[in-house]
């Protein structure tokens, strides 16, 4: 079983910054692949970014791609997800999940466990 608390999120302007982070617990977290998801008002959740267990390899969307950066620290315990150039459209929930896979996935089914969420709001 691993719990995870998102935080971090925030009301930013246009452009500006912010960085997520996601606590998790249990003493396997390594062995988790790790991913940042979003959930806009009346849209589908989609993946953001996501990242092996060893942080090795990571994936993004083509929407965020050289904007955000994912990281993880295993001696932590956390997942970070950091976002410059933020964007209107960037505002959603945040949600980051767990992946019990060495596989990387993009589909929120193959995720087993999932935050409560964090509010991110960006202004024009």
């Known amino acids: 079983q691993v719990q995870l608390v998102e935080s971090g999120g925030g009301l930013v302007q246009a452009g500006g910054s912010l960085r997520l982070s996601c606590a998790a617990s249990g003493r396997t977290f390594s062995s988790y692949a790790m991913g940042w998801f979003r959930q806009a008002p009346g849209k589908e959740r989609e993946l953001v970014a996501c990242?092996?267990?060893?942080?090795?390899?990571?994936y993004y969307a083509e929407s965020v791609k050289g904007r955000f950066t994912i990281s993880r620290d295993n001696a932590k315990n956390t997942v970070y997800l950091r976002m410059d150039s933020l964007k209107p459209e960037d505002t959603a929930v945040y949600y980051c999940?767990?992946?019990?896979?060495?596989?990387?996935?993009?589909?929120?089914?193959?995720?087993?466990?999932w935050g409560q969420g964090t509010q991110v709001t960006i202004s024009s």
């Open positions: 990242i092996s267990g060893r942080g090795v390899t990571t």
């Open positions: 999940a767990a992946d019990d896979s060495r596989i990387l996935h993009t589909d929120t089914r193959a995720y087993d466990y």
